[in-house]
Nanobody, 117 residues
Framework: VQLQASGGGLVEAGGSLRLSCADSATTFSIYAASWYRQTPGKERELVASINGDGSANYADSVKGRFTISRDNAKITVYLQMNSLKLEDSAIYYC????????????WGQGTQVTVSS
């Protein structure tokens, strides 16, 4: 399993980015997934989660601006980030559980998101 997170970059405040996370080593479906973010000197914080039944949860700081989703084949998980703020700048990591609930969690490498004024 090799989770790959992509889609980060530099964007102006108020702009949008879409992050993607998928297993590049297999075509296993993603059962559940979460996006975390981390800035230097701070703990990794949970941003959004999507559960096996498709329900989603969000950190208060991103509610109404970020949306987590899966494609129909459940191969890829997305984090659509709108109305980006300076404080959203961080390295974003995905964590996913593949195929079903009784598999381990895997972490992907991070993708840098930088929001400029």
């Amino acid at each position: 399993v090799q989770l790959q997170a992509s889609g980060g970059g530099l964007v102006e405040a108020g702009g949008s980015l879409r992050l993607s996370c998928a297993d590049s080593a297999t075509t296993f479906s993603i059962y559940a997934a979460s996006w975390y973010r981390q800035t230097p000197g701070k703990e990794r914080e949970l941003v959004a989660s999507i559960n096996g039944d498709g329900s989603a949860n969000y950190a208060d700081s991103v509610k109404g601006r970020f949306t987590i989703s899966r494609d129909n084949a459940k191969i890829t998980v997305y984090l659509q980030m709108n109305s980006l703020k300076l404080e959203d700048s961080a390295i974003y990591y995905c964590k996913a559980k593949l195929r079903h609930a009784f598999t381990p969690w895997y972490w992907g490498q991070g993708t840098q998101v930088t929001v400029s004024s």
